[in-house]
């Protein structure tokens, strides 16, 4: 059997990836999330901890003395050279992270066929290279507002259109309807993409 065949999953805040990511994984993908991994960089690598102490203070930092993903949201989403300069530090180790899970997998006695990884900035950082095929997830943005767990206007100007992301993915999907339609579309997507699709 080959390598696993690669997908990225991207989309906008509130468009459903992780859901998507989700059903990818009912299908019988193996599956990684993108802000996963930047929740086990922030709790575990003394690299990033000191980069960030180093840049913001102990601001980042909650009562117990671990970084705070909340006050670095406040900080870095209120300042846009704070925001580039936190994605220069984590995106590419994020990439090695995923890079390396991928061949880790690769490797094993029994290689999935798919394997799926959530990448919220795909194209805005050039990672669609990194993939065999790109999903891209939209959804009307009165739905999207209604989903995030934060504003979209701030965080969504500096992103790709959704009408771009669509024209350069592989297979696209608006996620208007029930988890079942969802569930749906992944399949089709996997049938394709062990078909050779």
């Excluded at 206007?153 to 592989?170: G, I, S």
Aim: glycine letters at 8%; hydrophobic letters at 45%.
């Amino acid at each position: 059997m080959g390598r696993p065949v690669a997908v990225a999953i991207t989309g906008g805040i509130g468009a459903g990836k992780s859901e998507a990511l989700a059903s990818f994984g009912r299908h019988g993908a193996e599956i990684i999330s993108s802000d996963e991994i930047v929740h086990q960089l922030l709790a575990d690598d003394a690299e990033v901890r000191a980069a960030l102490l180093g840049r913001f203070g102990e601001r980042v930092l909650d009562a117990a003395g671990s970084l705070d993903r909340k006050a670095i949201a406040d900080v870095v989403f209120a300042d846009r050279e704070a925001l580039a300069w936190l994605e220069s530090l984590l995106h590419p180790l994020v990439a090695k992270r995923y890079l390396e899970w991928r061949e880790e997998l690769a490797r094993g006695d029994s290689p999935p066929a798919v394997t799926a990884t959530e990448v919220p900035l795909l194209f805005e950082v050039g990672g669609e290279q990194r993939f065999d095929a790109v999903v891209v997830i939209t959804a009307p943005p009165e739905l999207r507002s209604s989903r995030a767990r934060v504003p979209l206007e701030a965080r969504e100007r500096r992103l790709l259109a959704d009408e771009e992301k669509v024209k350069r993915a592989d297979f696209s999907y608006v996620n208007d309807g029930t988890l079942a339609d969802l569930d749906a579309f992944v399949a089709g997507v996997m049938k394709e993409l062990d078909s050779g699709g």
